[in-house]
T-cell receptor
Framework: QQQVKQSPQSLIVQKGGIPIINCAYENTAFDYFPWYQQFPGKGPALLIAIRPDVSEKKEGRFTISFNKSAKQFSLHIMDSQPGDSATYFCAASKAAGNKLTFGGGTRVLVKP | DGGITQSPKYLFRKEGQNVTLSCEQNLNHDAMYWYRQDPGQGLRLIYYSQIVNDFQKGDIAEGYSVSREKKESFPLTVTSAQKNPTAFYLC????????????FGSGTRLTVV
């Protein structure tokens, strides 16, 4: 049973556009929601993370929005650049432990 | 610099052979993980270990084995029982408790020839 559902599977935007990736979770015990960025042939790297006590977090051009009541969170990439073209994974874990459950990934292509 | 080292980067295996993928970390992390990634797919958990000499099966453990004799090392053996082993294998580590992110290695691409 997939506990974190991620959509869309792929996304194409023009440079300067705002790709938005959505994730929904089922387990209300989840308490930590990171996003990872993966370039082809490389391991994923932690991009930004949020706890449910805040509704939004920004780091540079990356913003996480969190809706605890809907059990959803999303990643926005502001002023997207071709260098942002990568696969993005959302994830979630329980506060008491650290094993992450990953979404299925979204392949983002930013066209010049 | 602290990090996770996976080796080799590319590995070729003949059918019927066992192969072992190496994963070493110098981050002093207690927990280590192995994931499998197929083309265009997400990350599927194979095994994880939260302490030396202990490990648990993930979602797709069949055909794989691990050991955790040292805190720094978590090798993965792909056995001949794994019928479709061609994939990208990722090792990760994290602190043992509390909500923290993973640090991933750069991966090993295994191909059956």
């Amino acid at each position: 049973q997939q506990q974190v559902k991620q959509s869309p599977q792929s996304l194409i935007v023009q440079k300067g556009g705002i790709p938005i990736i959505n994730c929904a979770y089922e387990n209300t015990a989840f308490d930590y929601f990171p996003w990872y960025q993966q370039f082809p042939g490389k391991g994923p790297a932690l991009l930004i993370a949020i706890r449910p006590d805040v509704s939004e977090k920004k780091e540079g051009r990356f913003t996480i929005s969190f809706n605890k009541s809907a059990k959803q969170f999303s990643l926005h990439i502001m002023d997207s650049q071709p260098g942002d073209s990568a696969t993005y994974f959302c994830a979630a874990s329980k506060a008491a432990g650290n094993k992450l459950t990953f979404g299925g990934g979204t392949r983002v292509l930013v066209k010049p | 610099d602290g990090g996770i080292t996976q080796s080799p980067k590319y590995l070729f295996r003949k059918e019927g052979q066992n192969v072992t993928l190496s994963c070493e970390q110098n981050l002093n992390h207690d927990a280590m993980y192995w994931y499998r990634q197929d083309p265009g797919q997400g990350l599927r958990l194979i095994y994880y270990s939260q302490i030396v000499n202990d490990f648990q099966k993930g979602d797709i453990a069949e055909g794989y084995s691990v050991s955790r004799e040292k805190k720094e090392s978590f090798p993965l053996t792909v056995t001949s029982a794994q019928k479709n082993p061609t994939a990208f294998y990722l090792c990760a580590s994290s602190v043992k408790s509390g909500p923290h992110g993973y640090t991933f290695g750069s991966g090993t691409r295994l191909t059956v020839v």
